[in-house]
């Protein structure tokens, strides 16, 4: 039978002081944030299609943290990259496309317009093109449709 | 017949009413939010990814393109936790 405690919430929450076991490779975090990875998304699954793959399959096998670490850090390095890559090339296309969707609430079918610059830009400088997976066969992408249902009051 | 002038008085008055609230209250909320609009409907990923995005940019609603994080970012997760005992 379980008897009622108060519940103690202590005023400094908890910060695990132990360091970072040496002996592994050390790979910095991914620096950017929610809005621009967002805006980014389609084209780091099709760069980085492969390690992120490797990586799922991985924890698919056991989800202990030290299972699959090697393969964290590839898709931890391919994503760097890639957000190098984008700043230096279309720096200015993608800043807007994540601006707009801070205003938007982070939906992406109330930017089309920037969005369209930024594929743009993207298939030139680094050949990458925005394929949204089990997206209809027939019909054009949804970020294609010329007169779609949902949409801001400018298309 | 003559237009019914003091009909507009109410209108008017319930419009600007409503504007002024409306405005009052999207001001305040974009004061709390970095002149940004409210976030909504957030699921679970999006309040987790805004909390990472706090402990990357300091500010709840800051954004950064950085490839690499900054250096705080690795002993700045904190747990909310429950003393037992």
């Known amino acids: 039978m379980a008897t009622h405690r108060d519940a103690q919430f202590p005023s400094t929450p908890y910060i695990e002081p132990a360091p970072a076991p040496i002996g592994q490779p050390k790979v910095e975090e991914v620096g950017a944030t929610s809005a621009p990875l967002k805006s980014a998304a389609f084209f780091i699954g099709q760069q980085c299609q492969e390690v992120n793959e490797d990586f799922m399959l991985c924890k698919n096998e056991s989800r202990d943290p030290a299972h699959c670490l090697k393969e964290g850090r590839r898709v931890t390095r391919c994503a760097q990259d890639l957000i190098k890559k984008l700043g230096e090339n279309c720096g200015k296309q993608w800043e807007e496309h994540w601006q707009c969707l801070e205003k938007n609430n982070q939906e992406l079918y109330m930017c089309r317009k920037p969005e369209r610059s930024l594929n743009q830009c993207v298939f030139e400088k680094l050949k990458l093109v925005k394929n949204i997976p089990g997206s209809p066969e027939g019909q054009p992408q949804i970020h294609e449709k010329k007169n779609p249902v949902w949409s801001g009051v400018q298309r | ?85």
């Open chain 2, 1 to 85: 017949m003559p237009v019914p002038f003091e009909a507009i008085i109410p209108m008017g008055l319930v419009v600007v009413m409503f504007g002024v609230t409306g405005t009052g209250f999207s001001l305040a909320k974009r004061m709390t939010n970095e002149g940004k609009p409210a976030r909504h409907s957030l699921d679970d990923w999006e309040r987790m990814m805004m909390n990472r995005d706090e402990r990357l940019t300091g500010t709840p609603r800051g954004q950064s393109m950085n490839p690499t994080a900054p250096k705080e970012f690795a002993t700045n997760s904190a747990w909310q936790t429950e003393k037992l005992a």
